[in-house]
């Protein structure tokens, strides 16, 4: 990796506010972002990313490189959290394994938007569609997380609240999986972008295509002190995890960028696939494992993807993955 | 006053909505609720500073008759024993 390329990406406004953000936690500083802000940030990038995804897909239309991509991204989606799953089996329980797995297999927005800003730095175009990618592949982990569980845990350890021993209940598991706000929010946008086309992006570009920038180093900030808060489990989460947290990404990343090039994806969109599958949630998938895996510990799933993964994808990832397709592809 | 009993409960935040569909499934006609309840409890630190509601509490709290609270305690330890949280009955007087 170019250390051109690593700078150029470290020096970016946006990370440099999350590492700003972090040392604030670390140091104990008692810098905080009054709560309901980081929602509201949160919910701009994806309405801006949403939106802007779909009136470029207006502009691409839906072709046979199009339906490819998706289908890449909802196998990638199946595969991961089957493959972490066996692999965390050797350190961990059913229930935990399998959330991890969820986790691991389910994506970051705020990774993809951090790269999706690294390539307009360089001047390099990816396809409206790898929004569409990012929203099928959040919610297929959370089921197959759950699939692992059903057929790998002996006995629930407590029957579900209907009082019958099933794992299931399709109508929360549905609705956590398929009206999750964030998958809600992306496809819901995605499609106004779409309808919209042209005339419905310069109506909205002024808020959500101008302050883009400056609203995602303002929600990194906030998850940088997020993530610093979290850097105090690490101790908890323990050497193994720790390093499938850096190990597994990068595997995950090479395997994507195996698929690209085998189907022939173009330089950006193979990176915003790769690090579609080399991120970790920590929004979605932990909400819905909580719900659907109690006896799973959230301090396990969340503190790896929150404090490990998304901090080394953003800082080292990004411009790593990037290197190797530029390599590849010449 | 009239002799009530108060039910307060604490739970996950993300177990909220479910948990105030059983109360009003027994009959209680009105509660309170404090979301973002932050403390710390045998799951650990909820420190409420996550993006998720995943390490928050909400804090419950109703005024009903004794019949009904037993019927709220019933409808509820199903969710306490899979989720964790704690319930807790108490003799006040209502000012009505």
């Known amino acids: ?330 | 006053m009239e002799k009530a009993k108060k039910v307060e409960i604490v739970i996950d935040s993300i177990h909220l909505n479910h948990l105030l569909e059983k109360l009003q499934k027994v009959g209680v006609s009105g509660y309170s609720v404090f979301k973002d309840v932050i403390g710390m409890g045998e799951r650990g630190m909820m420190a409420g500073d996550e993006l998720t509601d995943v390490f928050k509490n909400s804090y419950i709290f109703t005024l009903c008759d004794e019949e009904t609270a037993n019927k709220v305690v019933e409808a509820i330890r199903p969710i306490l024993k899979k989720y964790g949280g704690i319930c807790t009955v108490s003799d006040v007087l209502w000012v009505k």
């Not at chain 1, 929004?131 to 569980?149: H, K, N, Q, W």
């Not at chain 1, 106004?192 to 808020?207: Q, R, S, Y």
């Not at chain 1, 908890?236 to 947290?245: D, E, P, R, Y």
Request: charged share 10%.
């Open chain 1, 1 to 330: 990796m170019s250390l051109d390329l690593l700078m150029q990406n470290i020096l970016n406004p946006a990370v440099m506010m999350f590492f700003l953000g972090l040392f604030a936690a670390i140091l104990k500083s008692p810098l905080d972002i009054p709560q309901p802000l980081p929602k509201l940030f949160s919910l701009y990038l994806l309405i801006a990313i949403g939106f802007h995804g779909g009136y470029e897909l207006a502009k691409s239309g839906i072709t046979g490189d199009v339906l490819k991509v998706l289908l890449l991204a909802m196998l990638m989606a199946i595969l991961v959290p089957i493959y972490a799953f066996f692999i965390l089996r050797i350190k961990f329980d059913v229930y935990n394994a399998a959330a991890i797995a969820a986790t691991y297999g389910s994506i970051s927005a705020v990774t993809f938007i951090t790269a999706s800003n690294f390539l307009n730095t360089l001047g390099v175009n990816y396809g409206g569609y790898m929004v569409a990618a990012m929203t099928l592949m959040e919610s297929p982990a959370i089921v197959i997380g759950l699939i692992l569980v059903s057929f790998f845990a002996v006995k629930s350890l407590n029957d579900d609240l209907n009082g019958n021993t099933s794992r299931f209940n399709l109508k929360e598991v549905l609705n956590e999986s398929l009206l999750n706000p964030s998958v809600y929010i992306l496809l819901g946008t995605l499609i106004i972008g779409f309808v919209t086309g042209e005339k419905g992006w310069k109506a909205v570009e002024p808020l959500f295509g101008n302050l883009f920038k400056g609203m995602l180093a303002f929600f990194l900030l906030d998850m940088g002190i997020v993530a610093g808060k979290r850097l105090v489990e690490i101790k908890k989460v323990g050497t193994f995890l720790i390093g499938f947290a850096v190990l597994l990404p990068v595997f995950n990343a090479l395997v994507a960028i195996g698929l690209a090039k085998i189907f022939g994806l173009s330089k950006g969109d193979a990176l915003m696939f790769t690090v579609l599958c080399a991120s970790a949630s920590y929004i979605a998938v932990p909400a819905a494992m909580r719900m659907s895996i109690p006896e799973a510990n959230p301090s396990l799933y969340v503190t790896p993807a929150l404090a490990i993964t998304f901090p080394f994808n953003i800082s080292f990832g990004i411009p790593l993955y990037y290197t190797v397709i530029n390599n590849i592809w010449g």
